[in-house]
């Protein structure tokens, strides 16, 4: 079930033996994860207590990540403090410009604000990536498989689970030994903060791996939560493209994997979770699919989509969000 955004019992004393005492702990936002968030209020000062709890949530990823983050020079939240057998953070507050709803009031500055954004992630790929598991064949797969293990059940699709996985071990086998930068995995409009110094601020990255640069474009130009205008995709990867290395089939590659895994994880979101809205995103995310799928580095997995997945199964079975 979605979580009730109550502090945990242990926030007051969390916050007292770290120099917080009179602070006012207030309700901030939840994610699709256990992750809960929090704004610590005192006089004359603000924080972010993330709570992260065992054993369905692990802080100390987030904690390696930022570290790496900020010795690189990228703003990620400073940690203030942290109790991770409790599972509770307190993190630097980034305020409340998420680029999502600055671009949603001011639309004239989302090219400048997705070209800030692409520079910094080509920024992040000139420098070796963190002390990080890989993005390997095995999780391509896991993830990948959420497809089958959630979406076609709740469409009640008897589908071919098997010829799936070797449809996609065969598309994707010239990029699973490729681990070569930071991908921070969720690097989107709702991920990414506006900071005061004209600094882009990251969050959410406690599921960095270490695998292919396409990655984290994929997940800024095909954001499951907002509308990315194909020209704006094409422009975006233009510019990336003349800093850095980019290949395009992997691109394709990667963006059906993460939206083929996206769609089976908002299935189980609804399902599993208690939580429905994420299912509004399900015709969105399909039509990137659908788009990356036509790739002809894609033709094993496409086949497998057309014989085992039918149009009304698609986008058009998610115009109403089930009750």
């Avoid at 900020?70 to 109790?83: E, K, N, Y």
């Avoid at 969050?203 to 640069?213: I, S």
């Avoid at 233009?238 to 394709?252: G, I, S």
């Avoid at 599993?272 to 969105?284: E, F, N, T, V």
Wanted: proline content about 8%.
């Amino acid at each position: 079930m979605a979580p009730t955004m109550i502090p945990p019992p242990s926030a007051p004393a969390f916050l007292a033996a770290n120099g917080w005492a009179e602070a006012r702990i207030l309700p901030l936002a939840g994610d699709a994860s256990f992750r809960r968030y929090f704004r610590v209020v005192a006089p004359g000062r603000i924080a972010v207590l993330m709570d992260a709890p065992p054993p369905h949530e692990d802080a100390r990823p987030f904690l390696h990540v930022a570290d790496h983050l900020l010795t690189l020079g990228f703003a990620a939240p400073r940690i203030l403090a942290s109790d991770l057998d409790a599972g509770l953070v307190l993190l630097e507050d980034f305020g409340d410009a998420r680029m999502a709803e600055v671009i949603a009031a001011d639309p004239a500055r989302e090219l400048r604000i997705y070209e800030q954004a692409i520079d910094l992630a080509a920024s992040l790929h000139a420098h070796p990536p963190a002390a990080l598991r890989p993005y390997d064949m095995a999780e391509y797969r896991r993830e990948a498989g959420l497809f089958t293990e959630w979406y076609a059940p709740a469409l009640r699709l008897d589908v071919d689970a098997g010829a799936y996985h070797a449809a996609w071990e065969q598309a994707l086998a010239p990029l699973a030994h490729v681990r070569n930068v930071t991908v921070l995995r969720d690097y989107h409009a709702e991920n990414i903060m506006l900071l005061d110094d004209g600094r882009l601020g990251l969050l959410d990255f406690q599921d960095a791996l270490a695998g292919h640069p396409a990655y984290d474009l994929v997940s800024l130009l095909q954001d499951a939560r907002r509308d990315v205008a194909p020209e704006l995709e094409a422009a975006m990867l233009d510019r990336y493209a003349a800093t850095m290395p980019l290949d395009r089939a992997a691109y394709a590659l990667l963006g059906a994997q993460r939206n083929a895994k996206i769609l089976g994880i908002f299935t189980r979101l609804w399902k599993r979770d208690g939580k429905p809205r994420y299912l509004a995103y399900q015709p969105r995310v399909w039509h990137y699919l659908e788009r990356d799928l036509a790739h002809p580095a894609l033709a094993p997995v496409a086949a497998w989509f057309d014989a085992n997945v039918p149009a009304e199964a698609r986008a058009a079975a998610w115009a109403e969000v089930p009750a």
